[in-house]
């Protein structure tokens, strides 16, 4: 089953209803699809301000948190894309700043859906078109774009050496294998390789890109690639981890005593060093001023969020995080290491679930499983034989006992928007 979102203003829901007819590609790779399709619509990802293109399996949407929150606090207008939605379909589309305004948004799809017409594009396809589309007609002086899946035939990455400011590739993992890990010539077979090659056909020649720190052979992968294409290369940075916050030691500068990112979790001071790293290569670098404004600010929903006091968390701990592979376990572990809590997950069907239990270790007291609204998913015995089965969000936390422990719900991004929505936290 497939999320196209639902909407109060009926012009957006006509689109919306449009988008949810769409046939999905069954094993469909490439770029030719979203090119006719820009093209019908007179090509506006050539007219877009300075674009900084963002890839990775985890850490990616932080990334562009992080960037757009220091642009921002420059003083820069910037554009954002993002995927998937939470709550409302419009948080895929952020205009100078704003999340698109309804009557903008059903205007730019209604656009992208008529110009493919008998093109069969896919439901990220004309998301992408109708984005770039409302980014080339409204003033700004920067883009942040996150790769949909994998890099090399994402349809972001129709963006142009002529628009890009800079890439980036955060932490590397394995999802989508089905469609990544495909077979296919002139690709590597070890499959964290492969994983890397598609995320670093995301480069283009004369631009520059900044990537995290990965074993030497997905290095190689990324150097290869970037040499192939005639990328600028920038891999002289690090960060140094301190009791309250962490130094960036860079190329092209260094910047001490940087205070905390305001996302938790330890992983977020490389996803934050990875956002300096991709301004310190490009022409628009903030300032030092502005970058530590940035990291105090950022906001990215779902990813690690404590949720506020409101009518599903009730006053209890009530973390929230999207991930649903084992990577995602590992920085979720990181960050409760040391201590229990109870866990209630939902995970959609083609994901990782023993991977992502294995890697949280013994932190779970207990587990319940949830239904994900409106997709297929894992049952409780996926989880263990401990596991039990609750209807819905609301009914597991009444479940759990009141022992004080903090309760963490994840699996699945799709279930992050629908407790989102349950405590009255829509994003904005």
Known sequence: MRDFGRSDDPRVQAQLDRLGQLSVPQGRLGLETITALLA?????????PPVFHVAGTNGKGSTCAFLRAMLEAE????????SPHLVRYNERIRLAGKLISDEELADVLAEALDAGEGLSPSFFEVTIAAAFLAFSRTPAEA???????????????????EVLAACGIAALGFDHERFLLAPGEGVPTEPMARIAFEKAGIL???VPFAMLDYPPNVV?????????????????????????GFDYVGKFGSLRNLPMPSLPGNHQIDNAGLAIAMLQVSELRPSEAAIRAGLGSATWPARLQRLSDGP??????????????????????RHFAGKDLHLIIGMIEGKDPAG???ALGDIPSSVAVVPVPAHD????EKFGSEARFANDVPSALAALPHDGLPVLIAGSLYLAGEVLRLNDEVPD
């Open 40 to 48: 019908r619509l007179g090509d506006p990802h050539l007219r877009l």
């Open 75 to 82: 003083g820069y207008k910037v554009h954002v894309t993002t």
């Open 143 to 161: 883009c942040v774009v996150e790769v949909g899946m994998g890099g090399r035939f994402d349809a972001t990455n129709v963006l142009t050496p």
């Open 204 to 206: 283009k020649r004369k």
């Open 220 to 244: 190689d992968v990324i150097w290869r690639q970037a040499e192939a294409v005639g990328a600028l290369g920038f891999d002289v940075w690090r960060v140094e981890r301190q009791a309250n």
């Open 312 to 333: 599903l968390s009730n006053g209890r701990e009530v973390w929230l995080d999207g991930g649903h592979n084992p990577s995602a376990g590992d920085a979720i572990a």
């Open 356 to 358: 992502f239990l294995a």
């Open 377 to 380: 998913w894992f049952p409780a």
